[in-house]
């Protein structure tokens, strides 16, 4: 395995291969009991741990584009200008990592992925995304779960610009499944008639992610 880079991985991306093949951290429950708000087998952190698969780019918003290609009516480039020109909206979400920290009450401001949606318009036979990062990172999510009313393209994190090691400018936040679909430094959003995996869905994780049913590996 090496990643998308074509490079040696490093130590956690190592590590997170064999959880994958060891099964680790499963406890065998499933299902959101109600009023429950951490998943089974995750922990709680207060600080806000950076994971990625090493290469952070530097990339100035005025630099940066992102690429709406594929399975849509109206395929874009939007550049940092047209993105602040869409409908800017609020969400709070919690986070759930796979590596089972948790971080509550996270504060994001960006593009709501429905209002990306009825930009582009996706086509009716549209099933499902394949995210890219600048870092070449890929993630896979079906149409739906993309859509979902908590999505956000996101570019501020409790009130400032996001951070260059946590996506920034712009990263995705699909906080119903765990954080390796929230793809970093995103570039580019495929839209495709069929799933195609992206790089962690290739190495051993589930291809949908739902950490109230641990869909931790494939
Ligand atoms: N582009 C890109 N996005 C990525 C990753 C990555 O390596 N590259 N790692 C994923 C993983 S495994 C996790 S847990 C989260 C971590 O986000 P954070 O560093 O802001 O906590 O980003 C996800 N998005
Ligand atoms: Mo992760």
Request: glycine share 8%; with cysteine.
């Given at each position: 395995?090496?990643?998308?880079?074509?490079?040696?991985?490093?130590?956690?991306?190592?590590?997170k291969?064999?959880?994958?093949?060891e099964?680790?951290?499963?406890?065998?429950?499933?299902?959101?009991?109600?009023?429950?708000?951490?998943?089974?087998?995750?922990?709680l952190?207060?600080?806000?741990?950076?994971?990625?698969?090493?290469?952070?780019?530097?990339?100035?918003?005025?630099?940066?584009?992102?690429?709406?290609?594929?399975?849509?009516?109206?395929?874009?480039?939007?550049?940092?200008?047209?993105?602040?020109?869409l409908?800017?909206?609020?969400?709070?979400?919690?986070?759930h990592?796979?590596?089972?920290?948790?971080?509550?009450?996270?504060?994001?401001?960006?593009?709501?992925?429905?209002?990306?949606?009825?930009?582009v318009?996706?086509?009716?036979d549209a099933a499902?995304?394949?995210?890219?990062?600048?870092?070449?990172?890929?993630?896979?999510?079906?149409?739906h779960?993309?859509?979902?009313?908590?999505?956000?393209?996101?570019?501020?994190?409790?009130?400032?610009p996001?951070?260059?090691?946590?996506?920034?400018?712009?990263?995705?936040?699909?906080?119903?499944?765990?954080?390796?679909?929230?793809?970093?430094?995103?570039?580019?959003?495929?839209?495709l008639?069929?799933?195609?995996?992206?790089?962690?869905?290739?190495?051993?994780?589930?291809?949908?992610?739902?950490?109230?049913?641990?869909?931790r590996?494939?």
């Amino acid at each position: 395995m090496t990643t998308p880079d074509g490079d040696e991985p490093n130590k956690l991306t190592k590590s997170k291969l064999r959880w994958a093949d060891e099964g680790k951290f499963l406890t065998g429950g499933s299902r959101k009991p109600t009023g429950e708000r951490l998943p089974p087998g995750q922990h709680l952190v207060r600080d806000w741990p950076v994971l990625d698969l090493g290469l952070q780019p530097d990339i100035a918003r005025e630099k940066w584009t992102l690429e709406i290609t594929g399975s849509v009516e109206r395929p874009a480039i939007l550049d940092w200008r047209s993105f602040g020109a869409l409908p800017q909206s609020g969400k709070r979400s919690d986070i759930h990592c796979v590596t089972t920290w948790s971080r509550y009450d996270n504060d994001w401001n960006g593009v709501a992925t429905r209002d990306l949606l009825d930009h582009v318009q996706p086509t009716a036979d549209a099933a499902a995304v394949l995210l890219h990062g600048y870092d070449k990172y890929t993630t896979n999510l079906t149409l739906h779960d993309f859509a979902s009313p908590d999505g956000l393209l996101a570019h501020s994190w409790s009130g400032q610009p996001l951070s260059r090691d946590h996506g920034g400018p712009v990263r995705l936040v699909i906080p119903h499944l765990y954080f390796w679909k929230s793809a970093k430094w995103l570039r580019a959003i495929q839209f495709l008639t069929a799933e195609e995996l992206g790089f962690w869905e290739l190495n051993g994780y589930h291809r949908r992610g739902d950490p109230w049913a641990e869909e931790r590996y494939s």
